[in-house]
Each structure stands twice: as C-alpha cells, then as structure tokens.
C-alpha cells in the first residue's frame, strides 16, 4: 500500500509538472505573436517562460511548489496585457465570483466554455472525471477536466479574447453590463465570444505526428489519451503544443 501510495504521488508530480510547462510553452508561443509584430517587452517573460520555468520545476518536489510556479506564470502573463491590448481590457488581477471588469469577465466565461467542451471529449476517452494531478479532487466536481483544458487556455480562450478585444468585435460600451462591483458580457456579447470561441475550437490544422487534419477540440481528446497511454503504458506524458500545429 505505502509503495502504492508513493507511486501515484510521484506519478502525479510527474503529470502536474508537464501540465505547467505546457501551460508555459503556449504562452510563450502565443506571446511570440506580439513580440514578432514589435511588442519587444514581452521579450524578458518570453525568455523566463523558456529558459527559467523548465529548471523550476525540474526542481519542484510537491504540487504545491508545481501550483505556486503556475501561479507566478499566469501573474506575469495577466501583466504582459498591458503591452499589446486596449487600455479598457488590461486586468490589474485575477477575480472570480463576481468578476469585476471585462477581462475577468472575458476569462471567466470563456473557461466555463472550455471546461464544458473538455468534459465531452474526457467522456469519449473513459477516463475517471473526478480523477485530477494539478488540481484538488473534490465532491461533485469534474476535476480531471480543469487539468486537461489548463494547457489549451493560452491557445483557445485567451487566444479569442485576444482576437475579440485587438479587432473590436467587443467593445466595453456596447457588449458588457456593469453594476456595482461585478461586470458581464450582455446577450450580444455572449453570441459575439461563443461564434470566435467555436470557430476557434473547429479550426482545422495537421498534426504532424500523426500526419492528418485536427481540430483543437480534437486534440484535447488526444491529450486525454495520452494520459491513458502515461498511467496503462508508462509512456510519456506531454500535453498538446502550440508549436505542433506550426
């Protein structure tokens, strides 16, 4: 049992840790974008994302060294907003319930569209849904879906936030609703999001390891895989990357 026990403790450190660096490399790979088309201050985060964040965790030893690493990953990535978006959509810090301005209220939405797609495609692998690395297990909760969708995030949701909030297909005046400390998209901007979140979700590109055309919703699928081939076969887990479509 106790032999058991360290086994799947190690064995969830070694999950948590690709889930982060994943995590790292789409950022970095999505903030390359700006940096190519004269945004150079994003070069210093770039390079930390690259070069620091591999040796940091190489070193983490717990889940809660893992978390605090993707917690400084995302901080900084929040930061990098200033640089390359509209004032209005710039976000001083991550909040929830209620989100408080309409980046916060961007990423929520577009999470929650994540983690319902990502739990139809886990369905279709037979994995255990309330099975997690990264994230606590709890009651009632798909916890196994918040691990999978965390390295699509950069690619998917903030990538269409991105796109939404650069070209002006969501305006602050015309698409949020905002009372007292919580700010919503309207109606108009839901259908606006949800249209740019599916056609992203759809977009087709060659995977080059298995030399066919995928979809993005696909290849959450093909992580979910890979996590069975991980546990069943030993084999190694590294989630999707935005360099394979490139």
């Known amino acids: 049992m106790i032999k058991q026990a ?57 889940i809660n060294q893992i978390l605090m690493a993707e ?21 001083n810090k991550r909040v929830r319930r209620p989100p408080d301005n309409p980046m916060n209220a961007l990423v929520s939405f577009g999470n929650t569209l994540l983690y319902t797609k990502t739990i139809t495609q886990i369905y279709h692998t037979h994995l255990n849904q309330e099975i997690s690395f990264l994230h606590s297990p709890s009651e009632g909760r798909f916890s196994l879906c918040l691990d999978l969708s965390e390295v699509f995030k950069p690619i998917i949701v903030f990538k269409t936030i991105f796109d939404c909030a650069n070209n002006r297909k969501l305006q602050i005046e015309k698409h949020f609703v905002k009372e007292y400390n919580y700010c919503l998209l309207n109606d108009d901007g839901r259908k606006i999001f949800v249209k740019e979140f599916d056609a992203r979700m759809n977009q087709i590109f060659e995977h080059p390891g298995l030399r066919r055309k995928i979809t993005y919703k696909q290849a959450i699928r093909l992580d979910g895989y890979k996590l069975i081939k991980y546990i069943m076969e030993d084999k190694q887990f590294i989630p999707f990357s935005l360099d394979d479509k490139m």
């Open 6 to 62: 360290v086994k799947w403790e190690n064995n969830r450190i070694d999950i948590a840790r690709a889930i982060v660096l994943g995590i790292a490399k789409n950022i970095g790979s999505l903030l390359y974008h700006y940096y190519r088309h004269d945004k150079k201050e994003l070069k210093e985060y770039i390079d930390w994302l690259k070069k620091d964040i591999p040796a940091i965790l190489e070193k983490s030893r717990s």
């Open 71 to 91: 917690g400084i990953i995302w901080s900084r990535f929040y930061d990098s907003f200033k640089f390359f978006l509209p004032e209005d959509f710039i976000m």
